[in-house]
């Protein structure tokens, strides 16, 4: 006699608790993020590398080069901050699809299989646990960013502002990750498959003005999400006009975590039914 659980009604006397599930599943994703610091620090600290690099060793030349070459170092840690911090977000989601895969490939699904849990609850459990650990991953990195001489100029409602923004983009960026996790056939693949997030902020205007590109990569970087997610954390973060990329910024968030759960959903379904 299988002890999966199917689906249909809940029998009598049992019934799904979506909110009190997906807070278990939220504090067993936070237990083990608290039981393994390792990958905290690790998902922080390359992040932090690239700020110390791109200060230290380029910001001199590429400062130069921002506003007609009156730039410095200190205006270029200025501008390239907002990229940083996107970073950060796109490690933390890399971590997320590691830990997804981990739990599609060790057994773990068929254990909650037998367990009478609503099944969104697992994926929410994941979502929370990666945003919560992507903004405590943000707060250090900005930290780091404000010790080494960032100056943003906001004001308390700015970074209330970029702080909901930040969330929204994890959120979305979370969701997308969830889904290459349970595609991934292996841990390995997991941690590979997100790759192209992390190298995505390279090619927008994080780093230098799309402006000074090519011309066929001004055209990518110009038409990527990133580009004006970018745009809006720096027009949030020095108090600049925002214009027309933070509605860009939310409808590519919107689309990403939307095309991310449905897709998350429909392989989780699919792995769950089994």
């Not at 083990?32 to 390792?38: A, G, I, K, Q, T």
């Not at 170092?73 to 940083?84: F, G, K, L, Q």
């Not at 997991?190 to 055209?219: D, H, K, Q, T, Y």
Request: hydrophobic content about 55%; proline content about 6%.
């Amino acid at each position: 006699m299988s002890t999966h659980v199917l689906p249909g009604p809940a029998p009598v006397g049992l019934r799904f608790h979506p909110l009190r599930d997906s807070a278990t599943m939220l504090r067993r994703n936070l237990r083990h993020m608290l039981r393994y610091p390792s990958m905290t620090v690790t998902l922080v600290g390359m992040p932090i590398v690239f700020l110390l690099l791109f200060v230290y060793v380029f910001g001199g030349t590429l400062g130069a080069g921002l506003g007609g070459g009156s730039g410095g170092r200190a205006e270029y840690a200025n501008y390239v901050v907002p990229a940083i911090i996107l970073m950060t977000v796109t490690a933390t989601v890399q971590g997320t699809a590691i830990s997804v895969a981990m739990d599609m490939t060790e057994g773990v699904i068929a254990r909650f299989r037998t367990m009478h849990i609503a099944r969104v609850s697992v994926l929410t459990g994941h979502v929370l646990g990666s945003v919560i650990q992507a903004m405590i991953s943000l707060a250090i990195v900005v930290g780091v960013a404000l010790l080494i001489g960032v100056r943003p100029t906001a004001g308390l409602g700015a970074w209330l502002a970029t702080a909901g923004f930040l969330m929204v983009v994890a959120f979305a960026l979370v969701w997308l990750a969830v889904a290459l996790g349970q595609v991934s056939k292996s841990v390995e693949t997991a941690s590979n498959l997100p790759m192209p997030l992390v190298l995505l902020p390279f090619l927008s205007s994080g780093f230098v003005p799309s402006e000074s590109l090519p011309a066929g990569l001004r055209w990518f970087a110009e038409h990527q999400p990133f580009t004006p997610i970018i745009e809006t954390l720096r027009g949030l973060l020095m108090n600049t006009p925002l214009g027309n990329d933070a509605w860009l910024a939310l409808g590519w968030c919107a689309v990403i975590a939307l095309g991310g759960y449905l897709w998350s959903k429909k392989l989780f379904n699919r792995e769950f039914s089994r």
